[in-house]
Nanobody, 115 residues
Framework: QVQLVESGGGLVQPGGSLRLSCAAS????????MAWYRQAPGKEREWVAT???????NYADSVKGRFTISRDNAKNMVYLQMNSLKPEDTAVYSC?????????WGQGTQVTVSS
């Protein structure tokens, strides 16, 4: 089992920045990759970014160049640095860990981009 807890969401103006954090606990040594997803009201959940065990990253086109995913293995943390935020980035952001055939999700953190 892996437990994930996100933090760092909030209200930010367009053009601003936020850094989301995801703290992992439990059987962390089984984790292969971690990712961020988001879900806006009335929309399907959308993949945002992934980071693998070796540090390789991938991003959705909608956030490429603005968001950066990173991980601190010593602290069992994954981060999502979000810059140049737009109103369309407003969503609940959730962290996902993949461990073998299993997926684990956090509860999510709200990000609202509005003036």
């Amino acid at each position: 089992q892996v437990q994930l807890v996100e933090s760092g969401g909030g209200l930010v103006q367009p053009g601003g920045s936020l850094r989301l954090s995801c703290a992992a606990s439990g059987n962390i040594f089984s984790i292969n990759s971690m990712a961020w997803y988001r879900q806006a009201p009335g929309k399907e959940r959308e993949w945002v970014a992934t980071i693998s065990t070796n540090g390789r990253t991938n991003y959705a086109d909608s956030v490429k160049g603005r968001f950066t995913i990173s991980r601190d293995n010593a602290k069992n943390m994954v981060y999502l640095q979000m810059n140049s935020l737009k109103p369309e980035d407003t969503a609940v952001y959730s962290c996902k860990a993949v461990a073998g055939p299993y997926e684990y999700w956090g509860q999510g953190t709200q990000v609202t981009v509005s003036s």
